[in-house]
């Protein structure tokens, strides 16, 4: 079965650099997006992407997050520079279509720890 | 805000069935609800969905109320590796992309 691919597992980055996260989605769906989950708090959407374009972010996903798909299969979340309160997981998900019938799936993350 | 309500926990023996219950009394008409499950260490997993009618797949069953404020995740014969935690996710038909997480229903599964 298809599966959406993270990496790396784990991400250790001192405070104040720069880190890109890598995701391959699911190769036919259309939609992509990053959720990030700090440990033992619910898992919270921050953006998502469509044609090239972010469709939708939360408060979350400020100045510092940008995402970009370079090549027609990777998907990429850039956090510029890195604060302690960024260490969690983030996964990546992608959908076939965005209707609600449409569900999301998602890979097993990347735990981003900063030092 | 979730906008659904389920319990914490809950526990089930081995190979017995599990009825998973989730509360969406402000649902519309047209909001599909989704299940997903995380396993420990693991992004959430789709599990099942549906509108109005209810759905059967290699997973689950998914019982939605005739007046759809609450449905029910029915897991046939639970086994060790469905100890996880379930979300009940509504989504809108239109206006957002993202689920909201709450904060779901830990399962524990007793051999």
């Known amino acids: 079965e298809p599966e959406v691919t993270q990496t790396p597992s784990h991400q250790v980055t001192q405070m104040g650099q720069e880190v890109i996260l890598r995701c391959v989605p699911i190769s036919n769906h259309l939609y992509f997006y990053w959720y990030r989950q700090i440990l033992g708090q619910k898992v919270e959407f921050l953006v998502s992407f469509y044609n090239n374009e972010i469709s939708e972010k939360s408060e979350i996903f400020d100045d510092q997050f940008s995402v970009e798909r370079p090549d027609g299969s990777n998907f990429t979340l850039k956090i510029r520079s890195t604060k302690l309160e960024d260490s969690a997981m983030y996964f990546c998900?992608?959908?076939?279509?965005?209707?609600?019938?449409?569900?999301?799936?998602f890979g097993d993350g990347t735990r981003l720890s900063i030092l | 805000d979730a906008k659904t309500t389920q319990p914490n926990s809950m526990e089930s023996n081995e190979e017995e069935p599990v009825h998973l219950p989730c509360n969406h009394s402000t649902i519309s008409g047209t909001d599909y609800i989704h299940w997903y499950r995380q396993l420990p260490s693991q992004g959430p997993e789709y599990v099942i969905h549906?509108?109005?009618s209810n759905v059967n797949n290699r997973m689950a069953s998914l019982a939605i109320a005739e007046d759809r404020k609450s449905s029910t995740l029915i897991l046939h014969r639970a086994t060790l590796r469905d100890a996880a935690v379930y979300y009940c996710?509504?989504?809108?038909?239109?206006?957002?992309?993202?689920?909201?997480f709450g904060t779901g229903t830990r399962l524990k599964v007793l051999a």
């Open positions: 549906g509108l109005t």
């Open positions: 998900a992608s959908s076939e279509g965005a209707g609600s019938g449409q569900p999301q799936h």
């Open positions: 996710i509504r989504r809108p038909p239109s206006g957002t992309y993202k689920y909201i």
